[in-house]
């Protein structure tokens, strides 16, 4: 497993590919979450009883970095087909995105405008946020674990 990162991040690009995902997930997701404050200056503040939150925002955005980077350099560098590349980008996506389901104000303002719907789809994920982010764990883990065994297969890394 450590010789695909040494294979993938080796190359400074996709390292700065995953810090940019990092903090292009951390931010907005702080900022939703209320973690992260722009009036009256700039703040970080994670309330005691919201660290376990604060800390799966990080999980998520970490994993999100590194599993994305990590399949754009197995996009560009292997010659395999689409259909073994879809399965990996398919659940980057979809562990990223469980793990973007905050209810902010922005939230409750957008879901709301959905009537009844939009009530229940803000209770749910109000009420299930937590255990929302650590499937998105598990899902982006998952596809860590198999983007690394496929990238030792197809590169022929010995260990």
Known sequence: MTNSFK?????????????????????PLSLVSEFLFFEPFIIWYIAPDRIVSFALILAVSSL???VISMNIYRIRLLTVKTRK???????????????????????FTVITTFGTAGSIATAFLT????????ASIAI??????????????ECKIKN
């Open 7 to 27: 294979l993938v991040f080796s190359n400074f690009r996709y390292l700065v590919v995953a810090v940019a995902i990092f903090k292009a997930m951390l931010i």
């Open 64 to 66: 999100s970095g590194i």
């Open 85 to 107: 590349i879809g399965g990996s980008i398919l659940g980057s996506l979809i562990g990223a995105s469980a793990g973007a389901c905050s209810c902010g104000p922005i939230g």
């Open 127 to 134: 009420d299930y946020e937590i255990p929302l982010r650590l």
């Open 140 to 153: 982006l883990v998952i596809v860590l674990f198999t983007t690394t065994r496929s990238l030792s297969i």
